[in-house]
Nanobody
Framework: QMQLVESGGGLVQAGGSLRLSCAAS????????MGWFRQAPGKEREFIAV????????YYADFVKGRFTISRDNPKNMVYLQMNSLKPEDTAIYYC?????????????????WGQGTQVTVSS
């Protein structure tokens, strides 16, 4: 089992920034691609970004390109999501996920492990 713990969420005004962190344990972190997803009330879990095992490749959903940046620190077993220019529609619970498959998958079903999520609220 891999344990994932997100942190860094909170309340921020529109236009502000937050940096989410996800700490992994229990498995060899560098064997997993890591993704960030979010889920708003009444909506399905939505892909945001994914980073390859080595950190050398990333892929983003169109709606966050230029605003969000995913990164990872393999020696520290951490993955991050830097979020800038936040909008009220970014309000959701944000989750990190770990997948043992190769590639840069964006489907939630392809992820093996999930954290408990961290709430991000953007006020207008």
């Amino acid at each position: 089992q891999m344990q994932l713990v997100e942190s860094g969420g909170g309340l921020v005004q529109a236009g502000g920034s937050l940096r989410l962190s996800c700490a992994a344990s229990g498995r060899t972190f560098s064997n997993y691609r890591m993704g960030w997803f979010r889920q708003a009330p009444g909506k399905e879990r939505e892909f945001i970004a994914v980073i390859a095992r080595s950190g050398g490749d990333t892929y983003y959903a169109d709606f966050v390109k230029g605003r969000f940046t995913i990164s990872r620190d393999n020696p520290k077993n951490m993955v991050y999501l830097q979020m800038n220019s936040l909008k009220p529609e970014d309000t959701a619970i944000y989750y990190c996920g770990a997948a043992s498959l190769y590639g840069l998958g964006s489907r939630a079903s392809s992820y093996d492990y999930w954290g408990q999520g961290t709430q991000v609220t953007v006020s207008s």
